[in-house]
């Protein structure tokens, strides 16, 4: 689990108690004032925007760490895309029949981790802060709960780099594996997510459910797993971690999402119905995924979530009160949102 998914609102230091009224206004700001921007790359310096909720345009890395496709989905999205004049799909197609209640916005990641004496237990996947996180008192009891939820989860949040971490194998909800050269047999039809990937890689039969998303599709002790809970519990232990070699010509297809963290309201909506503002989620404080070697030296991909001030969007038109707004920038009309519903199981 990532830090979100488990502080979610209650580390927010401006409230002690939870107030609806106070959260909605504070949700309602943010989203007139800010317009979401997904940015990936092979490391900090060639980020580039990602056309969030395009199957059929996935963000291909290829670094001396890492060869792959990068594909990020957030529902309702309704922020800036790679292309000024190509606005964001209306709904994607991964979050049809009901799977929205699973998963808020995917980092899906469909590769090969290059590289010579890499094990389960050297890539870590996690978020990272640019500078110290003003935590609130108690925030002690928030961490080892935290562990006590992911026994493989790394904390460093006191330092002036704070970050949150856990090997990968352990933490992704979905996770497939097959051996580099193998290929499955083809479709019949493609379908719509995960088009370009099916048709290109042809990955083994299983890897991907009937409906294109990662299934889990993973040996364990000499036999397939497809029991995700399964194998997260097993690489929880160092010694399974270590044993687990990752080989360069090894194909690895994983989806990490989360029904909790609405980065499209930039808010965390909890089962409860509590509806908060999401903590360390700023204009000056991007929400960060990154992979990269437990020592830090090498990075494998990043996923940045970012809120870009909407004065900077530079409005095509000066007049007041208008229901809606048009930004130049992203060559569409972004609506003034209402708060987001609360989430709920049946929802």
């Known amino acids: 689990m990532m830090l979100g998914g488990l502080f979610g609102g209650s580390l927010v230091p401006s409230q002690n108690i939870y107030d609806p009224l106070t959260s909605q206004r504070l949700i309602l700001q943010r989203n007139a004032n800010y317009v979401l921007r997904v940015r990936a790359g092979p490391d900090m310096q060639h980020l580039e925007t990602i056309d969030v909720n395009y199957e059929r345009t996935p963000m291909k890395i290829d670094s001396p760490h890492f060869k792959g496709y990068v594909t990020v989905r957030v529902f309702g999205f309704n922020g800036l895309m790679a292309d000024p004049c190509h606005p964001p799909p209306a709904q994607a197609d991964y979050f049809a029949g009901g799977f929205s209640r699973k998963a808020l916005y995917s980092i899906q990641v469909v590769g090969q981790f290059l590289g010579h004496g890499l094990t389960a237990d050297n890539i870590m996947f996690g978020n990272y802060f640019d500078h110290r996180l003003p935590l609130p008192p108690f925030s002690g009891l928030f961490e080892w709960f935290m562990k ?200």
């Open 148 to 347: 006590r939820m992911d026994r493989s989860l790394v904390l460093d949040m006191k330092s002036d780099t704070p970050s949150a971490t856990s090997p990968l194998l352990s933490t992704v909800q979905k996770l497939s594996y097959w051996k580099g050269g193998l290929h499955g047999s083809e479709r019949a039809q493609v379908p719509e997510i995960n088009n370009k990937i099916l048709r290109e890689l042809h990955p083994i039969d299983g890897a991907f459910d009937s409906a294109g998303r990662v299934a889990e599709y993973f040996p364990l002790k000499d036999s397939l797993n497809t029991d995700s809970k399964k194998r997260r519990r097993y690489f929880e232990k160092t010694a399974h971690r270590q044993r687990w070699k990752i080989k360069s010509d090894d194909m690895y297809a994983f989806d990490f999402y989360s029904p909790f963290i609405d980065v499209n309201h930039q808010c965390v909506r909890m089962p409860n119905a509590v509806v908060e503002p999401m903590p360390f989620f700023d204009g000056d404080m991007p929400l960060r995924y990154e992979c990269r070697t437990r020592d830090g030296r090498h990075t494998f991909f990043i996923v940045q979530f970012e809120l870009i001030p909407a004065s900077r969007t530079r409005p095509l038109s000066s007049y007041q009160n208008r229901p809606r707004r048009q930004y130049r920038d992203s060559g569409y009309e972004r609506e003034i949102l209402d708060p987001p519903p609360p989430y709920t199981e049946e929802a």
